[in-house]
Each structure stands twice: as structure tokens, then as C-alpha cells.
């Protein structure tokens, strides 16, 4: 289990270093075994995960292709301050979020605002920041003198500043900053924007229509 699961080295590798450091004489199918025993005894606790997960009140998701028996698949990552849950599935539709959530309802979704992400069950959403900083850098470096995108990705730079300030500030004084933080991305979404790519972030930030500037309040563990 180590190696396979924490070191992620091949059924072949992994028979390999058992004979050659261990002195232990294992086929593949019986690492399989192992590996489907101990996945079989780990069932209770993955549902565990997921409860808490669904309870949170934030809720940080997102979605990266894995190959399964040769096949194209999706690890779905759904992240709280207190629990991170993985789940292997053949699609990226939003049948997958509702399948994990049930009936269960966040108070706030972050996410990259993909399109099946835009429907999980939330009251507020948020369009992570990591994401959008890192598209942005895209826009910009096709386009060095392109404005908007170097004005978006400094106001989203500063959120996450102040989100890290939160603490040590009068909340007078957050929430004045929080407020100033809005204006400004209002009016930049507003703005009219003549580079394609560029206008294509702009959509996608308009598309959500409750969508949320700042960090959430509570600390979601980092993007992958």
C-alpha cells in the first residue's frame, strides 16, 4: 500500500522493489489482492470524508484527467478546512457533484467556474483565485501592454493579500477594503475589452451571477 499509494510506483516496480529490498516474492495480481482488500476496508472511512465534506460550509472543487485501465477519466477534488476528498469518475458532468453532495447545500462553491461546476448545490460562488491569477498571466504574457488583464490579476493579487491580513486588521477597516476591492472588480468587468482571450476571463467572471471577489472566510486548503 506505501508503495503503490504514497510513492505511486508501478505493479511492476513495486514487485520489483519488494524482492530486490525486501526479499519478498509477490506477483502483480497479488499486490492487486492487497491493494483491493485494503481499498475495500478504507470504504467506511472515504464516507467519513465525505460527510464532512458536504457539511462544510465551504467548499473547494476542482477537477484534472487520470488514467484508469488505459482509459481517460477525471480525479475530482473536493477540498474543505477539514477534509480533502478524491473521487475517480469516467466524466466531468455535474451528475458527479450531485452524486457527492446528496442533498447537502454549501454556503459558498470556489471553483474555476467550469460549467458543471457553476451548477453545485451553493448559495454563493467564487471563482478561484489561483486559477483566474494564473490565466490572467496568460493574457498577459500574449499581450505585455494589454491593461485589463495586468489590472485583474493585481486586484485578485491584493484580495488574497488581504484575506491574509484578516486577522491583524479592525474589521471596520476589512470590510472597507473588502467593499473598495468589489467596486473595483465591478468596474473592470464592466470595461470594454478588445483582446479575445482577455474578454473570454471577463465572460466567465460575468457568468456567475453571485459571484464573490474575496477569499472565503474560511481556509480552504491550497489548489493543486
Known sequence: MYYRQEQHISY??????????????????GIDQIM??????????AEKIQ????QSAVIQSDETGSRVDGS?????????SLAILHVLRFNRSADVIQAVMSQHQAEVWVSDCL?????????????CLAHQIRNLQAVIDQY????????????????VHLHHQRDQLPEAQFQSEAARIERLCDGLLERKVLQPAAAKLQRLSQASPSFVCLPVPERCASDK
Open 12 to 29: 511492476e516496480r513495486t514487485e520489483m522493489t519488494l524482492r530486490d529490498l525486501h526479499g519478498v516474492s509477490l506477483s502483480q495480481d
Open 36 to 45: 483491493r482488500r485494503a481499498s475495500k476496508k478504507a470504504i467506511p472511512e
Open 51 to 54: 460527510e464532512a465534506v458536504c
Open 72 to 80: 481517460n477519466w477525471w480525479q475530482w477534488l473536493f477540498c474543505t
Open 115 to 127: 460549467t458543471s461546476q457553476l451548477k453545485a448545490p451553493a448559495k454563493q460562488r467564487q471563482i
Open 144 to 159: 505585455p501592454l494589454a491593461f485589463w488583464a495586468r489590472a485583474m490579476q493585481a486586484l485578485f493579487r491584493y484580495a
